[in-house]
């Protein structure tokens, strides 16, 4: 398996692992206690956080409705808060704004899944997804109507007309089918001039959030799911860290392979 190159100065912003399994009941004071101790050297503040759950209803000759639920998600933070394990009903989270390399967000992944499996264990495992969202900035003399000779051609957005003619907003999404069965890789991306994609916000810091301005979002999404007459594998470790492994590197390579070396020397290698 290749490895990702590691930047002194990287442009990711949020990195993300998602774990989905057949929904649960909810945890009860002792089952969080539990996941309490068992993260405690990695994640040790704790927050409850309650969200309303919307299903859209569908019958026919009867208007379209709506029913909701309120369900509690369990986060467990770093103490500078920016990184993040949560437990929800039918979902466990990895979410960090400080990633600090693929062997450290492993650990994080597989720390909740013994801790989740020790505490109150789930039937199996639905999908597997990996997240990275990449911000990237160059230096202030830069011209934000062309990102021409800091990422790819393939990126930029396409020249009509006459020079009077200069982007200022571009989004675009692409999904591909990865080799393996049950594996796909959607990517969005663009130049962007504004805020930031990634705020802080009351469950997740962000150090040094940079101010609103000209940047290049590069969003890869990976994923993983049983395609029809596949089993559902049980929710175990080894399990999902290889399926993350599996995710983790299409998404490095699609990011080496959209990036330029003027990129690389004059921005991501600088100290």
């Known amino acids: 398996m290749s490895k990702s190159i590691s930047y002194p100065n990287p442009p990711l912003a949020l990195a993300v692992i998602e774990i989905r399994h057949p929904r649960t009941g909810y945890l009860s004071r002792g089952d969080v206690a539990a996941l309490k101790q068992s993260l405690l050297k990695l994640t040790p503040l704790q927050k409850e956080e309650n969200v309303t759950e919307f299903q859209m209803v569908l019958q026919p000759n009867i208007p379209m409705g709506a029913n909701s639920a309120q369900t509690t998600n369990h986060r467990f933070l770093t103490r500078d808060r920016q990184t993040s394990i949560t437990f929800g009903a039918d979902v466990i989270v990895v979410e960090t704004t400080a990633y600090k390399g693929w062997t450290d967000i492993k650990e ?79 990517l ?79 921005v991501l290698n600088v100290v």
């Open 188 to 266: 969005r991306y663009g130049g962007v001039n504004g805020p930031p994609v990634i705020v802080p916000g009351p469950n997740l810091l962000r150090a040094n959030t940079p101010a609103p301005g000209a940047f290049f979002l590069i969003d890869t999404d990976a994923a993983w799911a049983p395609v029809e007459g596949q089993a559902v594998p049980e929710l175990e470790s080894n399990f999902v860290i290889d399926t993350i492994d599996r995710l983790h590197e299409p998404i490095a390579q699609v990011f080496e392979e959209l990036i330029t070396e003027k990129l690389r020397n004059e």
């Open 108 to 186: 994080f992944a597989s720390a909740a899944i013994t801790a989740r499996q020790a505490a109150s264990p789930v039937d199996g495992v639905e999908r597997v997804g990996l997240r990275f969202i990449d911000e990237i900035r160059v230096p202030a003399s830069f011209d934000s109507s062309g990102w021409d000779g800091w990422v790819a051609e393939s990126l930029l957005a396409p020249k009509i007309g006459s020079d009077q003619l200069r982007p200022l907003q571009q989004q675009s999404v692409v999904q591909y089918a990865l080799p393996t069965i049950s594996y796909t890789l959607t």
